[in-house]
């Protein structure tokens, strides 16, 4: 049972343009909520991560919105470059330490 | 900045041949994990150590797979014997106050 489910499994963008994803979970247990990037090669990075006790988190380009009601959860990239052309994963946490659980990626492709 | 540390990059291999990864996480980590991740779909956690004591292996096919962490710094994971559906990155991560870093993982190939 896929307990973090996210979409799109691929997106393309125009330079310029805003990406956005959407992840869904269903354990409310969950209480950390990071993105990662992952550039082909390369292990996953930390890209942001939020809690559920906040709506929204901004780091330069890069904003979390968080619905706790809804159990959702969506990572939007401002202003897309090329250099953002990677795979996204969501992920959740049920008390830090433990098991990180892996949505199944987004690739995304920022066109120039 | 510190990085977990993986060897071989890449490894080719025949089934029944046997395999081994070895992942050297930050230094003074505890939590270390092995996470296998297939072509197109996200890492899923194969086993979980704290110190040298295995916390979570539940998802390792123990039948072909051991993982170790003796001294409870460096790890090795062990595949024995490989079969195709085998073929997949295999990531080592290491953890500390909640921040999880991976390292670069190994590719394995099983023809």
């Known amino acids: 049972q896929q307990q973090v489910k996210q979409s799109p499994q691929s997106l393309i963008v125009q330079k310029g343009g805003i990406s956005i994803i959407n992840c869904a979970y269903e354990n409310t247990a969950f209480d950390y909520f990071p993105w990662y990037q992952q550039f082909p090669g390369k292990g996953p990075a930390l890209l942001i991560a939020i809690r559920p006790d906040v709506s929204e988190k901004k780091e330069g380009r890069f904003t979390i919105s968080f619905n706790k009601s809804a159990k959702q959860f969506s990572l939007h990239i401002m202003d897309s470059q090329p250099g953002d052309s990677a795979t996204y994963f969501c992920a959740a946490v049920y008390n830090q330490g433990g098991k990180l659980i892996f949505g199944q990626g987004t690739e995304l492709s920022v066109k120039p | 900045e510190a990085e977990v540390a993986q060897s071989p990059r890449y490894k080719i291999t025949e089934k029944s041949q046997a395999v081994a990864f070895w992942c050297d996480p930050i230094s003074g980590h505890a939590t270390l994990y092995w996470y296998r991740q297939i072509l197109g779909q996200g890492p899923e956690l194969l086993v979980q150590f704290q110190d040298e004591s295995v916390v979570d292996d539940s998802q390792l096919p123990k039948d072909r797979f051991s993982a170790e962490r003796l001294k409870g710094v460096d790890s090795t994971l062990k595949i024995q014997p490989a079969e195709l559906g085998d073929s997949a990155m295999y990531l080592c991560?290491?953890?500390?106050?909640?921040?999880?870093?991976f390292g670069p993982g190994t590719r394995l190939t099983v023809l």
């Open positions: 991560a290491s953890s500390e106050q909640g921040r999880w870093f």
